[in-house]
């Protein structure tokens, strides 16, 4: 399911390295596996936790990755998404995104929250299914548009090995017909109900088997033209908001794609109803997936107490927070608390600290990060680069990896000491860039 958006592509390519927890049978942590070097005791608890969420046994609680920076927080999350399967949902998201000026916090989190639900549909359809073996298009003058033609119906012949059938389909299927380019000797599905055609191939045997053009054939259907089917697909509960919000748009959605901001309480509260039947009668299941909400001091403490009430009820997401502060002001508030979050929530989270790496440990994640971009990094250079995440950052050091390679490029493809020394040059890390600024700031002050 495509939960990722716009900026999230970014944030996650630093950690494509990362495949998993990489534990062993017994929940243990590999020293160096799956991507992940060292920080074996996160490692063995986000495992554990993997598997409280896959048992269903964490409704209601939450997780807090205490670290420094650079310690892996984001990277841990990132393996428990990819250990929980491709069917659970993950949202991750940046406490400062709640200030987006585009929709209210509560909304922008309602519908992160949403996002991070699955819900599984099982359904049997009417489908027709057969291969094409006439088509004939009727058209209509556009109604705006003096010099162009639409569909206005359509009749198909399907034909499956035991049976012929003719159908007869409105301006709006006939449409799909011509947009998805449906020609005979096809064979297609046609699911009435749900409004879609899908082209399943080129009928095998027909004059346009051998066509280069086509990627795929497929055998003639057997049985009758009209069957029911099942069919299993998971959306999100936002999904399903937007798919139930879209026809109640105003005149705005219309010129701006469609995507409503904000979303009907009441097409949510009728869209939980609907789920909440359908788990009942057997045809929908529940995944409830995880929220991961980085930079979690970014959140205020309205947030908060949106959150913790959320958390409260059946259909909620888990949600893992990540912060490298300790002690600080809950944003919002004149009061101090530890991770600066309100003690009602600390009350109902499991904390699993990260820890700064020894240089061995950043020496292996440097290697790792250079072998997935294909970057050779010599000895002199890796130890560098080791140095470089020691005194700095594990970030920074990973950072220099880019900059370093391009100039690299230059000189047979082999990542030298003297590009990353260059590399160091040219580009500042955060610590020296303040401290620049701040001498600067001085000696304008005495000018
Ligand atoms: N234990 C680890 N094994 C492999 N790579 C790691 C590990 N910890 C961190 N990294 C990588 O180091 C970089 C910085 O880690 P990150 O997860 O962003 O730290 P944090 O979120 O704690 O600031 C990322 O590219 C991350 O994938
Ligand atoms: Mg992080």
Known sequence: ??????????????????????????????????????????????????????????????????????????????????????????VPIAGSEI?????KKT??????????????????????EGKVEEIEIQWTQHPYNPFQKIPSSC???????????????????????????????????????????????????????????????VPIPEGPVMKEK?????????????????????????????????IDEEVRRKVDEKVRRMVSEGIAELIPGVLFIDESSMLDIETYAFLNRAMEQDLSPIIIFATNRGITRVRGTDLKSPHGMPLDLLDRLLVITTRKYSGD???????????????????????????????????YALQLLAPAWEMAKADRYVVKREHVERAYNLFSDVKRSVEYLQRMEKDMLYD
């Open 107 to 128: 909304e922008f989190l309602t519908q992160a929250m949403r996002k991070a639900i699955g819900v599984k549909i099982r359904e049997m359809r009417r489908v027709y």
């Open 99 to 103: 200030y987006s000026a585009e929709v």
């Open 361 to 395: 440990e950043i020496r292996e994640i440097i290697r790792i990060r250079a072998a997935k971009e294909r970057m050779e990094v010599d000895d002199e250079a890796l130890e560098l680069l080791v140095k470089i995440g020691e005194e700095r950052s594990l970030r």
């Open 155 to 217: 009749v198909l012949k399907l034909a499956t090995k035991d049976e012929k059938k003719k159908l007869r389909m409105d301006a709006d299927f006939a449409m799909r017909v011509v947009q998805q380019g449906i020609e005979t000797g096809d064979v297609i599905q046609i699911d009435v109900d749900g409004y879609r055609i899908a082209k399943l191939g080129v009928a095998e045997g027909s004059e346009r088997e051998y066509d280069v053009s086509t990627s795929r054939t």
């Open 1 to 90: 399911m495509a939960v990722q958006e716009i900026g999230e592509w970014e944030r996650i390519s630093a950690h494509s390295h990362i495949t998993g927890l990489g534990l062993d049978e017994n929940g243990r942590a590999r020293k160096i596996a799956a991507g992940m070097v060292g920080q074996e005791e996160a490692r063995e608890a986000a495992g554990l936790v993997v598997r409280m969420i896959k048992s269903g046994k964490f409704a209601g609680n939450a997780i807090l990755l205490a670290g420094p920076p650079g310690s892996g927080k984001t990277a841990l999350a990132m393996a428990i998404a990819k250990e929980l399967g491709a069917d659970v949902p993950f």
């Open 230 to 262: 099942e069919f299993v697909y998971t959306l999100t509960l936002h999904d399903i908001d937007m798919m139930n919000s879209r026809h109640g748009g105003d005149i705005f959605s219309l010129f701006f794609g469609g995507e409503r901001k904000e």
